[in-house]
């Protein structure tokens, strides 16, 4: 349950952390109104309007910049959409306001990847097992070796490569990883079960492909085949944002892993402790966070997976003050080095090594002295800040 | 964001569009999407919501207004006696509350609900400190079988209390048009929180068959001449024949059981209606009005299951209903994944993990999480 930069917990110290963040929960939940209800409208009026204008510009304009500004629209409006919308009202985070169109249960977003599949494995089996090996799906989507916990395989060699297929088709991986087709595979899932995952994932993604490869180019007439190139792009474009955010989200050097074993029977507050290790915040600009969802607050997001995302940005301060207080790694930097920290880890573990350092790192105790070292050194530079 | 065009609701016919919608078009066409552009081009504008907007407001007495209200096209129409549930969005909560319509059968374009402040109402209040003109709510059908029976030459007769007289007022409309023998006992506290009293005394003086008798039962009138509260005496006095006619009862809870009381002991309960919107449709519950008692058992209504089981207050509901032999979807067990939402239709759950106990009214829950402090009914 240790992070290596983190200090051990003691039982009461980390019972007080657990009320801390629970009494932090309480504040926003009990402050919850018309403000976060405006904020969702404003951003899926946002949605509707960007996709009109994008679908718009897409068919009426036959310039190269006519067709670019078509694009970015519909990309903004898929952005947006599946990020701060979907992502976030799939989650529950606006079902306080009893409107049935922010409804957890009965929402839809725009891609290929339905929503009952999502809610399943997202919702549930991410976000109660985040970063256990073996038991949450999401890391690194089967597919990847990230850490050296990770038997090596000689496929991994290819994993850089396959990683930008992925992050160019990351709707389609999205929701191929639903299926969860390699249990089919190892012939683990019935043929019943099969059916009845793959028949709500053939009727999403066909209804997706006819609205943005047939239904739209259709009405396009000659102008059909860059109506589909536009969509294509903008479904491109939407793709690897959302990989690049995500990926930041669980993948960056700092993230830790846990095997079933010591996450059992774990207290709320150790569920916390791993939700905050097993995450990774970016830092940016309110715009930035908007278009990642907030999602550039994972940590927040991970602790508390249900308030509205866009309180996250305010009450990160809080967060970071009470992991200051107990002592506790607190995982956060600007976009390009988070990022930047996924390929490496991408690339590192392609390769068949067995990383004494980082084995040493997740088993060793925590190093005190390293502990004040970093808080010295934060102090240091938030000083710094302060003066800039 | 929001940019509005006014035209007449009439000019959007939802309900006929929808109608003539082919079946094809309706899978193709997205039902939120295209309802989220219609809604931004008129307020009014639905294709399956009634909306309606508010054209008039009047006051009727202290803390007493009558909001007029315009349907969209949708409105299918009402029988005197029913009521609409109002949805309306307080502090970004939708709430619902259910009025009866006091309006003129007659005018369909114009709907009438009338809101009584009230202690602890917080619909109620809302709507009257904060609904302007212009402003819409979204309404449902009109509902419930609180109705005068078909046959005219049977004889009625109407008890109201206080704000009860709501679904009353628009059967005596309905008068004017078919003639029946009818007798209205109204009871208010005092004279100036009578409500539609003019008008009440109009139709009086027009119906040669109404006869109307108001009595007030705060202290301080002369209950002897005045009425007073309900008694069986009023009833030998004014309305000898009460046993003969059909009967319908509109008011606060302490009338309906006087008077549920008297006709149990005379027998003749298959001849009364009561309308009531306590109980589910309650509109602000005070968790402090019923004590949680963690000892104390109470039963859980597992509604779809057609099964009720007893609680002790320590296990979830989820926990219940999987003692119960049910197989209700679940996922995290510990609040955060959303999969054990249902809904609840009636009573009251404390939620473990904020340590609050939930509204008495309909909505959704984590079953994971809740556990029941009241006899508790679920949609499971
Ligand atoms: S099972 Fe996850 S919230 Fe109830």
């Known amino acids: ?388 | 964001m929001t940019w509005t065009l006014r035209l007449p609701p009439a000019a959007f016919a939802g309900g006929s569009l929808s109608d003539l919608t082919p079946a094809w078009l309706k899978r193709v066409v997205n039902a939120e999407l295209t309802e989220f552009y219609v809604s931004h081009l008129s307020p009014l504008w639905s294709m399956r919501q009634v909306k309606a907007r508010v054209v008039d407001i009047v006051d009727e007495s202290a803390g007493c207004k009558s909001f007029i209200l315009q349907p969209n096209g949708l409105w299918r129409g009402f029988r005197p006696g029913q009521f609409v549930t109002v949805t309306v969005e307080i502090e970004g909560v939708r709430q619902q509350r259910c009025y009866s319509l006091s309006s003129d059968w007659r005018e369909p374009e114009r709907l009438r609900i009338t809101v009584k402040e009230k202690k602890d109402g917080r619909v109620s209040s809302w709507l009257l400190r904060n609904l302007r003109k212009q402003d819409v709510l979204l309404l449902s059908q009109a509902q419930g079988e609180f109705t005068a029976p078909q046959s005219l030459s049977e004889p009625l007769l109407l008890i109201a209390a206080g704000s009860g007289i709501t679904p009353l007022r628009a059967m005596l409309y309905q008068l004017e048009e078919h003639p029946r023998n009818t007798v209205l006992i109204y009871y208010a506290r005092s004279r100036e929180e009578l409500i539609f009293a003019e008008e009440i005394r109009k139709a009086a003086a027009q119906c040669a068959h109404l006869t109307v008798h108001i009595c007030y039962t705060a202290a301080g009138h002369n209950q002897a001449e005045e009425g007073g509260r309900f008694h069986p005496d009023q009833l030998s006095r004014w309305v000898p024949d009460y046993r003969d006619r059909r009967t319908l009862v509109c008011g606060p809870e302490g009338l309906m059981q006087r008077v549920r009381r008297h006709w149990r002991e005379e027998g003749g309960e298959a001849r009364i209606s009561f309308e009531d919107f306590t109980g589910a449709f309650q509109d602000v519950f005070d968790p402090g009005l019923i004590a949680p008692s963690q000892s104390a058992t109470c039963q859980v209504d597992f509604q779809r299951s057609a099964c009720v089981i007893e609680a002790d207050g320590r296990q979830s509901l989820l926990d219940l209903a999987e003692a119960a032999g049910l197989h209700p979807p679940f996922g995290c067990r510990m609040g955060i994944c959303h999969s054990c939402k249902a809904r609840k239709r009636a009573g009251v759950v404390r939620n473990l993990v904020t340590g609050k106990a939930s509204s008495a009214g309909s909505e959704e829950i984590q079953l994971c999480i809740c556990i029941p402090i009241t006899d508790v009914s679920l949609d499971v």
């Open chain 1, 1 to 388: 349950m240790r992070h290596p930069s983190s200090r051990a917990l003691t039982p009461e110290q980390l019972e007080s952390f657990q009320n801390e963040l629970d009494d932090l929960r309480q504040q926003v939940v009990d402050d919850l109104g018309q403000r976060d209800l405006e904020h969702i409208r404003g951003v899926i009026n946002a949605v509707r309007y960007s996709e009109l204008a994008g679908r718009v510009l897409l068919h009426v304009s036959f310039t190269p910049l006519g067709v670019v500004a078509g694009v970015a629209c519909l990309s903004l409006s898929k952005i947006l959409e599946n990020m701060e919308v979907g992502h976030n009202v799939m989650h529950g985070q606006y079902d306080w306001t009893q409107d049935p169109a922010l409804n957890s249960k009965r929402y839809e977003w725009d891609i290929v990847c339905a929503g009952d599949a999502w809610r399943h494995y997202h919702n549930y089996e991410h976000h109660t097992f985040t970063n256990i090996l073996g038991k949450d799906r999401d890391f690194g989507y089967t597919i990847t070796r990230l850490t050296a916990e990770q038997p090596w395989r000689p496929v991994y060699l290819l994993q850089p490569v396959y990683n930008v297929v992925q992050a160019l088709t990351f709707e389609w991986g999205v929701a191929l990883f639903g299926l969860e087709l390699e249990r089919a595979v190892s012939g683990k899932m019935s043929r019943q079960e099969l059916v009845g995952r793959l028949k709500p994932f053939l009727r999403k993604a066909g209804r997706q492909l006819g609205k943005d490869y047939v239904l739209f180019p259709a009405l396009a007439g000659v102008g059909a085949p860059k109506v589909l190139a536009g969509n294509l792009a903008a479904n491109v474009i939407r793709n690897v944002w959302a990989y690049a955010i995500i990926s930041c989200g669980h993948f960056t050097a700092d993230t830790r892993v846990y095997t079933e074993e010591e996450t059992r029977n774990e207290s709320r507050g150790q569920w916390y402790l791993r939700q905050l290790h097993g995450s990774g915040n970016i830092e940016g600009g309110r715009r930035f966070y908007l278009l990642s969802g907030h999602l550039s607050h994972q940590i927040e997001h991970h602790l508390f997976p249900d308030i509205p995302a866009h309180r996250y940005p305010e009450i990160a301060p809080k967060v970071r003050a009470i992991c200051d207080k107990y002592g506790q790694h607190y995982n956060t930097g600007p976009f390009l080095r988070q990022f930047g920290s996924v390929l490496k880890r991408i690339v590192k573990y392609a390769l068949p090594i067995k990383d004494a350092k980082a084995d040493a790192l997740q088993s060793a105790p925590p190093s005190v002295q390293k502990t004040e070292a970093m808080v010295a050194r934060r102090a240091q530079r938030d000083r710094k800040l302060a003066l800039a």
